[in-house]
């Protein structure tokens, strides 16, 4: 039975921590509640970092969770800029701060998120190069686009998956120059596969994007500290003022490793491995959002989901599952993208390999359509583009694992609802 004489403490302060506090209150807790997060700014949410506050369409406290004075009037303790350096599980506790305060806690959450990956490369201590994650990555990089676009600047982004498409879309509408490097064949073919891949790799080619594809980059080169090329390996070397490292994002388990949890695979994603209820191996710790490598049924495998909606939903039912409800989080992957003036919506997990066919309903060449990712005529995925309102019977289809006819499905004229038994 939960009371008022248990704390809980929340271990990360971005979108999956805050909403992890608020449900805590909201489901009526009146225990303590202590969340610890290493950055100063409040807790807030990222897509805004590669979308509309780097456009300058947003303003900087649109991004925040919540209003400033929410957590004390709901009387959580948050610690910002405070660096989590130890748990103790026989203890129950956790050791913060520069002082090493240490608090009890009765149910601990890890909401650690994840941290760009690095170049490792000769170059990339350069003013200059830049990763994209934080606000203040943000900041500093919507300056950048903005100075580059004023100067007929030229950045080289490495990595053609979602961040590096989107400030490649956001660069070319400051108008600056860019260059995109990319190993595989096609932008976000992990995800797409090459099919959709191809569609985005079009659509930025019109926008003026220069793709370099089967590449890697070797070396940024500068002088006097400031990025001047980046090679690559095929021994091409391109003009650069700036470089953006968009390489992926690594799972933050370093305090879970050091307390002795179990870390999952790097065939899953890495992260910190949870059961069905966001529980770690450790009955009175759970995990969410980026940094939690959940089972999911549907799929039959363990994912790691970095998507703005597996945070927004992961931190409340952690929340409701340290309170003790029953609590089976198995959502659909969702998330969404905006370049230029495409929308897109994407549901499901169809990595390459794990599908048979692709069917199209719409037109692809108008990009207006869904796309959707088969095996054994069961959808696996689906992706909506600049068509809108269909993410529920999508999510729907994909849970009722129907075998479906290919014929109906690309027909706009049958109704997703229909494809169900």
């Known amino acids: 039975m939960v009371d008022a004489d248990q704390t809980f403490v929340i271990v990360g302060g971005g979108l999956a921590g805050a909403k992890a506090a608020e449900t805590l209150r909201a489901e009526g807790f009146s225990g303590r509640v202590i969340l610890i ?16 506050y780097l456009l300058g369409k947003e303003e900087r406290d649109s991004v925040f969770v919540h ?34 305060t240490v608090v009890r806690y009765d149910k601990l959450l890890l909401a650690t998120g994840a941290e760009p990956r690095r170049l490792d490369i000769p ?36 990595g053609a998956g979602w961040i590096g498409l989107e400030v490649a ?11 995109v490097v990319e190993p595989e064949p096609t932008p976000l073919h992990g995800v797409l596969g090459p099919e959709l891949g191809a569609l985005f790799a079009e659509l930025h080619r019109e926008h003026g994007v220069r793709f370099r594809f089967g590449v890697r980059l070797t070396e940024i080169v500068g002088q006097d500290g400031v990025v001047l090329a980046a090679r690559t390996d095929d021994g091409e070397e391109h003009p650069a003022h700036d470089v ?19 870390i999952a695979d790097r065939a899953h994603g890495g992260g910190v491995a949870v059961d069905a209820h966001l529980r770690t191996s450790d009955p009175d710790i759970y995990a969410a959002g980026d940094v939690a490598a959940f089972p999911h049924a549907l799929f039959d ?50 990595p390459p ?41 999508i999510q729907n289809l994909i849970r009722s694992q129907a075998q479906v006819d290919s014929e109906a499905l690309a027909d706009p004229h049958v109704p997703l609802a229909h494809l169900i038994p």
């Not at 997060?37 to 509309?52: A, F, I, Q, T």
């Not at 405070?82 to 090493?100: H, L, M, N, P, S």
């Open 301 to 350: 495998i363990r994912l790691r989901v970095e998507h703005w909606a597996n945070a927004l939903n992961g931190g409340p039912a952690a929340a409701k599952a340290m309170l003790g409800q029953q609590v089976t989080y198995d959502r659909v992957p969702y998330f969404f993208s905006d370049q230029y003036d495409l929308g897109m919506e994407y549901s499901g997990w169809a």
């Open 244 to 262: 953006l490292a968009a390489i992926g994002a690594a799972p933050r388990v370093a305090l879970a490793e050091a307390a002795g949890l179990e």
């Open 67 to 100: 209003e400033p004075a929410w957590y004390a009037q709901n009387d959580i303790e948050l610690h910002l800029g405070q660096t989590v350096d130890a748990i103790d599980r026989t203890a129950k506790t956790v050791r913060f701060g520069e002082d090493g």
């Open 37 to 52: 997060c290493d950055e100063r700014d409040h807790p807030y949410e990222r897509p805004p970092l590669s979308k509309g």
């Open 353 to 393: 390999g794990s599908y048979d066919q692709v069917v199209i309903r719409g037109d692809a060449g108008k990009r207006e359509f869904i796309a959707f990712w088969l095996r054994e005529s069961r959808v696996l995925a689906g992706m909506n583009v600049n068509v809108w309102d269909v993410t529920e019977p």
């Open 123 to 158: 170059g990339t201590d350069l003013a200059g190069v830049h990763h994209l994650r934080r606000l203040a990555h943000a900041e500093r990089l919507k300056g950048v686009l903005a100075s580059l676009g004023r100067d007929n600047g030229h950045i080289v982004i490495a």
């Open 169 to 179: 879309a956001a660069a070319r509408e400051y108008g600056a120059e860019v260059t």
